[in-house]
């Protein structure tokens, strides 16, 4: 699970998922975020869709989710890897998305992929790969012992990746009414 967004090799995963929590009381914000649900649900939907193999993709936002952005549009992006290990999108959906994001005078808001037998949180080859300290990972996993167990719906849970440190973000999913 490489958690990388440019061209290039991708390296397979090294073992669990663990991660790496930052210095105590250094955490670079945001604590929370709010995510609307119909983003969350088509991003799980695209997780679904791509399984065996980890999904990818960019949700763009008004700004940055530490300076207080709105996460706005899901894109889904292709897994060049094409692998239940790793993930790289690919390079001509990457320009394209950022393209789109930076004409439509967004942001990327976070970077999306899905692990299909981890729990949702970064694997150190994620946190090795992470390029954008301004963005979120939002990360989706499939495994059934990871689900809500109150909803059984799939875990999707948010970080920061800064200077090789992780800082997990509550996600406060909106239906976006009221």
């Known amino acids: ?56 993709g960019l949700i763009a936002g008004t700004a940055p989710a530490a300076e207080g952005g709105v996460a706005t549009r899901w894109h889904p992006a292709r897994n060049r890897a094409a692998s239940p290990l790793r993930y790289e999108v690919h390079p001509d959906d990457l320009l394209r998305l950022s393209l789109a994001i930076d004409d439509a005078d967004e942001v990327t808001w976070a970077i999306v992929h899905s692990h299909v037998r981890s729990p949702a949180r970064p694997s150190p080859t994620d946190v090795a790969q992470a390029r954008y300290p301004d963005a979120l990972h939002v990360l989706v996993s499939l495994a059934a012992d990871q689900a809500d167990r109150e909803t059984a719906t799939e875990s999707v849970r948010a970080w920061r990746i800064v200077g090789g440190a992780v800082f997990e973000v509550a996600l406060d999913v909106a239906d976006g009414k009221g």
Do not use: F, K, S
Request: glycine share 10%.
């Open 1 to 56: 699970m490489t958690g990388r967004l440019h061209p290039g090799p991708a390296r397979a995963h090294p073992g669990p998922a663990r991660a790496h929590p930052g210095p105590a009381g250094a955490h670079p914000g945001p604590t929370r975020a709010i995510l609307p649900a119909a983003i969350r649900d088509a991003l799980v939907a695209h997780a679904r869709a791509e399984y065996p193999n980890e999904a990818c």
